[in-house]
């Protein structure tokens, strides 16, 4: 099971850390991904980590203001995003995948149930 959380509504300019708890799998065995989905749009990839987390991928609209990172003893990964924009609005959602290739895009093993992000003009 992956819960997510963190989401809000933010202004521009503002920061969210987003967690993603991973329960019930052997966490530390999975690349993990948050994905997002703006209104009328499909899934987005947005950031990725490798299983020891030394290599991590950015969309490029991200790049830059994001950072994803992991906690294996927690079971743990975040997403910290900084100076957000209305663009970033979308529901945010974690996933595992164990084959390496397939983290930015899919088809991911598991989802987490996703998060609100929200940031006003």
């Known amino acids: 099971q992956l819960q997510a959380s963190g989401g809000g509504l933010v202004q521009t300019g503002g920061s969210l850390r987003l967690s993603c708890a991973v329960s019930?799998?052997?966490?530390?065995?999975?690349?993990m991904a948050w994905v997002r989905q703006a209104p009328g749009e499909e899934r987005e990839f947005v950031a990725a980590?490798?299983?020891?987390?030394?290599?991590?991928y950015y969309t490029d609209s991200v790049k830059g203001r994001s950072t994803i990172s992991r906690d294996n003893a927690k079971n743990t990964v975040y997403l910290q995003m900084n100076s957000l924009k209305p663009e970033d609005t979308a529901v945010y959602y974690c996933a595992a995948v164990f084959v390496w290739s397939k983290v930015r895009i899919g088809p991911y093993d598991y989802w987490g149930q996703g998060t609100q992000v929200t940031v006003s003009s």
């Open positions: 019930g799998r052997t966490f530390s065995s999975y690349a």
């Open positions: 980590i490798s299983i020891s987390g030394g290599i991590t």
